[in-house]
């Protein structure tokens, strides 16, 4: 939950004139989020979500993001679309910080994703890959495997006080997904955080989309790989085959996975674990006093990862073991 | 901000389905009110509030509180009316908590009141005491002159922690207060926090009140002075007599204040501001390990208690010292 910075009555009246969306009737902070300052905007016209960008955000990727989820939503994915101001832009200034008004998308995420939302998931992943391809902005992707290795010196020094081991654990994984990391896999557009926080549903259908402030380029399969990490381990932290097959099967009915994809689909979930259990500890070792937002368990991220390591490829992930029961492509 | 407890789909569509309101399109947390939690409901009918009411909320006093805001609802005042279900309550049990479904009110929190604002703030004030002259329900105030020392015991021991000399400070206006208390002054329904964060506001109007989850029967003056302090005060915390004057002239154009209240003002003032000075005390002393709401300033109440010290009577609060601005009742 979030809300960083406070707009005056002054400052949002202005801002929002700018834009041909009538007056406004109603600005509430939402729980939504834990980079941006969200606002649940409601004008004469219609609903929005107003955006603030804080800190952790580059304002310089602001135009890929917004870029991305228009260019996704021409194309039919159910995702906010940026509202263009009346000079034409979708990006502009309020209280001090890069600001932007989106549609608001009617749904809600599930806060305990079944094998049915994970198949939604994995359908609604396939087809925002296939419709980023044309995508013409590039923004590498600032967490990928190169990343890891200056991200845990940073906390290297402190990690056995989460967990005695922790550290050396993490060194040999390090060095065993930076000898073996893959370089030619089928990339694109990845979302890169399509936590079940980030994708709402209605009734019986997958509604939409949101938060797309961490996508990037990078290999398709690394963000199937991030999704089988957030959507298909229960509470206990134990893997659920039923929903690994319904994302997998999801998936590969829109866009059928390669024999390389498939056979390295446990390296990728190995490493998207890593990339968590580091982020995630170092915001632990690194809490702001005074913080609003609580850290997220780091060790969750290392349960998760000691699972992939026991699977020897995608089949480890379905309910049929041994038999495929998902599209693989020619 | 808050939002404290997690509603899964299955319930919240469970309990949603017990009104004529529709099929939920959105469900989401915001950030108004740090007692409960508060979700703004989309429903294919429309936008309501849902509110589950957490630990430090009465369930004994929620016929109060719901029934008022109905009452005052069907007799003009702008506040959010209760949706009953298809049983006839008001009422229910959500995620094993009491919980209620409220109409959607629009506007805006003033973030800096202006003296416009008070002046309309002292009018709706004034309003809200005359429409709840015929409230059947009663509810003695928790937090009234009597309820005072119990607390204070309860912070005395580390008061000197957050000021030297706050603690003696303390005492002395204790008993100053507790000697002189009136007795018979106008009483009846107040709302008992009336903060700018309660009031909303849509262009030049005052659109309604929210959060009544204080409101009690007490002298309808205190809360003219628990006004006073929540919005008269720069935040230098200087007084600003020109907004004194804008409330006081508004709510007296809709209520005239007797002799009486006016001379008592001051002292009704010292008592609400003792009144805030002494909780956000316990709260600051007692923040629970983990918590996600930051304890407001208690200092900022001792200092809004020290200015009423000098204030002799109600023209103390008004731009024209000497000369009454305001009527009073004959």
């Known amino acids: 939950m979030a809300v960083y910075t406070e707009v005056s ?3 949002l ?29 409601r004008t004469s016209r219609g609903q ?11 304002p310089d990727d602001l135009p890929f993001f917004l870029g991305l989820m228009e260019h996704l939503a021409e194309r039919g994915l159910g995702c906010p679309l940026p509202v263009h101001d009346r000079a034409g ?5 309020l209280a001090g910080r890069p600001a932007a008004i989106v549609t608001f998308l009617d749904g809600m995420s599930a806060r305990r994703p079944t094998a049915r939302h994970c198949g939604l998931l994995g359908e609604a992943l396939a087809r925002l890959h296939l419709a980023g391809a044309d995508f013409g902005i590039r923004r590498p992707n600032a967490l990928s495997m190169p ?13 056995d006080e989460v967990a005695p081991g922790l550290g050396a654990d993490i060194e040999t994984e390090l060095d065993y997904l930076e000898a073996r990391w893959p370089k030619d896999l089928p990339a694109g557009v990845i979302h890169a955080d399509l936590f079940p ?3 709402f549903f209605l009734g019986d259908r997958l509604s939409g989309l949101i938060d797309f402030y961490f996508a990037c380029d ?7 790989a991030i999704c089988l990490n957030s959507w298909c381990f229960e509470q206990d932290l134990s893997f659920n085959l039923s929903k690994g097959q319904a994302l997998l099967d999801g998936y590969t009915r829109v866009r059928p996975l390669s024999e390389g994809e498939l056979a390295l689909l446990p390296m990728l979930a ?13 915001d632990w070792l690194n809490v702001p006093p005074g913080a609003l937002v609580k850290p997220k368990d780091p060790l969750e991220y290392h349960r998760k990862l000691r699972f992939h390591r026991s699977v020897p490829d995608a089949t480890g992930y379905v309910f049929a073991l041994g038999g495929r029961a998902f599209e693989v492509s020619p």
């Not at 929005?48 to 580059?58: C, G, H, Q, S």
């Not at 890891?148 to 990690?159: D, G, H, I, K, Y």
């Open 9 to 11: 009555d002054e400052e």
């Open 13 to 41: 009246e202005a801002f929002v004139a700018g834009y041909d969306i009538g007056t406004v009737s109603s600005f509430k902070g939402i729980a939504e989020g834990v980079e941006n300052s969200n606002y649940l905007l």
């Open 48 to 58: 929005y979500i107003l955006t603030l960008y804080e800190k952790r955000v580059n």
């Open 89 to 93: 832009g979708a990006l502009g200034t």
């Open 147 to 159: 990343s890891w290795r200056p991200l845990w010196e940073r906390s290297r020094a402190r990690a």
């Open 197 to 199: 926080d980030n994708v």
């Open 218 to 224: 990078d290999f398709l399969a690394y963000d199937v």
């Open 270 to 282: 190995r490493g998207s674990a890593l990339r968590f259990l580091l982020t995630r500890l170092y």
